[in-house]
C-alpha cells in the first residue's frame, strides 16, 4: 500500500477529541496517515509549504478539523489538489454551525468535500477517504467491506436485544 497516505490535519491540539476518531478509523482499516496541527491563521507559511508539497509528500487525501472561523480546510485546497476533505469540529458558542459555514461554501474551482460537525463526520472522512483510495486498492476495499459488515452485525444485534 505504498504512497496511499492520508494527513489528518487539524487547527489545534483542542481538536484532537474529535479528529482521533479518524485517525482511529484509518488505523482500523490499515490506512497509512499522519496527524498534524497546523493553523491557517497561525501558522500561514508552515500551511502553504504543507500544501504545496502534499502531493509530493506522498498524500493521496488530506482530511482537515478545525474549529470557528475553519479556513484550515479552504486555504490547504487553494494550495493542493489532493483532495481535502474538511471536518466542521463543533463549538462551545455556536455548536459548530460556524465551522460548518465556513468550510462547506467554497467558491467554485478550489473543492472541499465537507462532512457533518464534530463525531460523526470525523469517522465519515476516514471512511470517505479510504473509499477513495479503494478506487484503486482493492485491499482497503476489502477492509472497507469488512467494517460495513460488522457495522450491520452490530446493529442487527443492538436491535435484537430489545427483545430479550
Ligand atoms: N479554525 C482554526 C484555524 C484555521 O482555520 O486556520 N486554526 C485554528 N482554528 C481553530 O481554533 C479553535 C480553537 O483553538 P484553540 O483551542 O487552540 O484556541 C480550534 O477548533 C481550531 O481548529
Given at each position: 500500500m505504498i504512497g496511499l497516505l492520508v494527513a489528518v490535519v487539524m487547527g489545534s491540539t483542542s481538536d484532537w477529541p474529535v479528529m482521533k476518531l479518524a485517525a482511529n478509523v484509518l488505523t482500523e482499516l490499515d490506512i497509512p496517515h499522519k496527524n498534524t496541527v497546523i493553523s491557517a491563521h497561525r501558522m500561514p507559511d508552515e500551511l502553504a509549504q504543507f500544501g504545496k508539497t502534499a502531493r509530493s509528500q506522498g498524500y493521496s487525501v488530506i482530511i482537515a478539523g478545525a474549529g470557528g472561523a475553519a479556513h484550515l480546510p479552504g486555504m490547504l485546497a487553494a494550495n493542493t489538489t489532493v483532495p481535502v476533505i474538511g471536518v466542521p469540529v463543533k463549538t462551545r458558542t455556536l455548536s459548530g454551525i460556524d465551522s460548518l459555514l465556513s468550510i462547506v461554501?467554497?467558491?467554485?474551482?478550489v473543492p472541499v468535500g465537507t462532512t457533518a460537525i464534530g463525531d460523526a463526520g470525523a469517522t465519515n472522512a476516514a471512511l470517505y477517504a479510504a473509499e477513495m483510495l479503494a478506487i484503486t486498492d482493492a485491499t482497503v476495499a476489502a477492509k472497507l467491506d469488512t467494517y460495513r459488515a460488522a457495522q450491520t452485525q452490530k446493529a442487527r444485534e443492538s436491535g435484537a436485544s430489545l427483545h430479550e
Open positions: 461554501q467554497m467558491p467554485a474551482g
